[in-house]
C-alpha cells in the first residue's frame, strides 16, 4: 500500500517523483535513488540532514495545543476555515480535491475541511514532528516535517486549497502549488486577540493591520475575495489558560509552574479575535 497523497509530493533534493518498484506505504524512493523513510508515527522527515534556524514545537508544547483545541475552544476558527476553502475541493466531474495545510501542528484545521469533503487527498507540513504524529492519522494525508521558508516539497498546480492558520505565509510557493482558481485561506489575530490574557501572561503583543499585510505580502498571484471578522469568547480555568499560553511561542522559555501563579487560581474570560482572509489564485 502506498503512503497516503504521495502523488501530491516530490523529493525535496531533486525535485523527482517517485519510483513505485521502490515505494511504499513506509518509504519514499525517488527516481534518483533518494529515500526517505516514514516514522512509527507516521510521518516522513525531509529535513534530514538539512535542518532549520527556527525551532518546532516540543513535546509539552503540541499535548498543551492538543488539550486546548480537543475542549473546542477554537472550534468557530476551524468552521469558519472549513467552510472557506471547502468550495476548492469539491469538483464537479467529482474528481478527489487535494489540500495543503502549511504550518499543520497537530492537523486540528485540516481535520475540520476533510471530515466537510470526504475523499479528499492532502499535505500536511510543519516543522514538528511531535505534531505531525497527530496529523499522519488523518484519512488520506501525507504528513511531512519541512520548513515552509524552503520550496515547498510539492509539485507544481498539485492542490486545491491551501490552509494557513497563525503560521507563516510563503506565498510565492503558495501560488507556485495551487491550480489556477484555488483558495488560499489564511487566519491572522486581530489586535486585541486574548487581550485580556496577555495582560497577565507572557505572550508577544500583536501588532494591528496583519490582515492587510497578509494582502501585500500575497502579491499579483492572488486576489482576495472575502475577509471576515470572528469573535468568540473563551471562558478559561488557569490549567486552560496556561495550556493556550504554552502552546505559542512563549511554550519555547516559559514553565507552566511559572505561569499558574500569574493566575492566581481563578478562571478568566478572554476574547478571541481573528481575520480569516481567502485569496483566489489568478
Not at 15 to 20: C, E, I, L, Y
Not at 157 to 179: H, I, M, Q, S, Y
Request: some cysteine; aromatic content about 6%.
Amino acid at each position: 500500500m502506498p503512503l497516503a497523497a504521495q502523488e501530491l509530493l516530490r523529493c525535496p533534493i531533486c525535485t523527482g517523483g517517485w519510483q513505485a518498484s521502490e515505494t511504499s506505504g513506509r518509504s519514499l524512493v525517488c527516481t534518483a535513488g533518494h529515500r526517505f523513510d516514514a516514522a512509527r508515527q507516521g510521518y516522513v522527515n525531509f529535513l534530514t540532514g538539512r535542518g532549520t534556524r527556527f525551532l518546532p514545537d516540543t513535546a509539552e508544547m503540541v499535548a498543551a495545543r492538543e488539550r486546548f483545541l480537543a475542549a473546542g475552544h477554537y472550534a468557530p476558527i476551524a468552521a469558519a476555515v472549513a467552510g472557506a476553502a471547502a468550495p476548492a475541493l469539491a469538483h464537479d466531474d467529482g474528481a478527489t480535491g487535494a489540500a495543503l495545510d502549511a504550518g499543520a501542528g497537530t492537523g486540528y484545521y485540516l481535520a475540520a475541511l476533510l471530515s466537510r469533503v470526504r475523499g479528499s487527498r492532502a499535505v500536511a507540513l510543519d516543522l514538528s514532528r511531535h505534531a505531525l504524529g497527530r496529523a499522519a492519522k488523518l484519512p488520506g494525508t501525507a504528513a511531512v516535517v519541512w520548513d515552509l521558508w524552503r520550496p515547498l516539497p510539492l509539485p507544481d498546480g498539485a492542490v486545491d486549497a491551501v490552509l494557513d492558520v497563525f503560521a507563516p505565509r510563503n506565498f510565492p510557493e503558495f501560488a507556485r502549488v495551487l491550480r489556477a482558481g484555488g483558495l488560499v485561506c489564511v487566519v491572522t489575530p486581530q489586535a486585541d486577540h486574548l487581550a485580556a490574557l496577555r495582560e497577565v501572561l507572557p505572550m508577544l503583543d500583536v501588532p494591528s493591520g496583519k490582515t492587510d499585510d497578509v494582502e501585500r505580502a500575497a502579491g499579483p498571484d492572488f486576489e482576495r475575495i472575502d475577509v471576515r471578522g470572528l469573535r468568540f469568547g473563551l471562558e478559561l480555568d488557569p490549567e486552560t489558560a496556561a495550556d493556550l499560553a504554552l502552546m505559542g511561542p512563549a511554550g519555547h522559555h516559559a514553565t507552566r509552574s511559572e505561569l499558574l501563579p500569574r493566575l492566581r487560581n481563578r478562571s478568566l474570560h478572554a476574547e478571541g479575535a481573528v481575520d480569516v482572509t481567502v485569496l483566489r489564485r489568478r
